[in-house]
């Protein structure tokens, strides 16, 4: 069983800023891409960043600048510092993961439970 948990999402200012967190656990042999994807009410879920085994890196246009994405391998964690945060990045935030187990080898993408962020006067 794998699993990815996140943390660190709530409620903030216009301007201001929230780091999120997202935990792999479970029988992993290696992690690929890890990422955040964002999904606000009638909207489809959209890549917000993601970050490949390699460190390369890929931005939604909408954050280049303000948003980073980082990675602790040692600790199957990726981060998502997030600045000047507007209205219009309010959304639930999901984590995903390209993961493959341990000992079957199986390699499949897999989800969070996402973390809600408002960003709200």
């Known amino acids: 069983q794998v699993q990815l948990v996140e943390s660190g999402g709530g409620l903030v200012q216009p301007g201001g800023s929230l780091r999120l967190s997202c935990t792999a656990s479970?029988?992993?042999?290696?992690?690929?891409?890890m990422g955040w994807y964002r999904q606000a009410p009638g909207n489809q879920r959209e890549l917000v960043a993601i970050m490949s085994s390699g460190s390369s890196t890929n931005y939604a246009d909408s954050v280049k600048g303000r948003f980073t994405i980082s990675r602790d391998n040692a600790e199957n964690t990726v981060y998502l510092e997030m600045n000047s945060l507007k209205p219009e990045d309010t959304a639930v935030y999901y984590c995903n993961a390209d993961i493959e187990r341990s000992p079957t080898n199986l390699r499949r993408n897999y989800w969070g439970q996402g973390t809600q962020v408002t960003v709200s006067s």
């Open positions: 479970g029988r992993i042999r290696r992690i690929y891409a």
